[in-house]
């Protein structure tokens, strides 16, 4: 792993939590974009070499919707940066991590993304992020 790539915030109103993480952070979003097969819309903030993702649910038994009504708003996810996620992937379950995805799929910002299930990374949901080649 090459770095955390970002911290993803589980957010009830997107719009609204901009305008506090921007002048929190004194940095504007730079991207808004909806992931449909995550019934989410995610904005992001570049803070040094990491980003914020804000997370809202856009469909009511999506993971985030979930999140939010059983913790409320708050840190969702780290998310780290890695070089070949397959070739992490395999590392990973081969040291006793359990995954929630078995294979890389497309997520927010131009990434491959995986994610490790928290029960296996002592609470902390994980998520794996490759940029995909253009």
Request: with cysteine; hydrophobic share 35%; aromatic share 6%.
């Amino acid at each position: 792993m090459n770095k955390i790539e970002h911290l993803g915030i589980a957010v009830k109103n997107i719009e609204a939590s901009l305008l506090v993480y921007e002048k929190l952070l004194n940095q504007k979003c730079y991207k808004t974009e909806e992931v449909e097969s995550e019934g989410v819309k995610t904005a992001f903030i570049q803070v040094g070499e990491t980003k914020i993702e804000l997370l809202e649910a856009t469909k009511p038994d999506s993971p985030i919707a979930k999140f939010l009504e059983k913790k409320g708003q708050g840190i969702h996810h780290i998310a780290f940066d890695v070089n070949d996620i397959e070739a992490e992937i395999s590392r990973l379950t081969n040291e006793g991590f359990e995954l929630i995805h078995q294979s890389p799929k497309d997520g927010a910002d131009n990434k491959l993304i995986a994610f490790l299930h928290p029960k296996s990374t002592d609470g902390i949901l994980v998520e794996l992020c490759q940029e995909k080649s253009v």
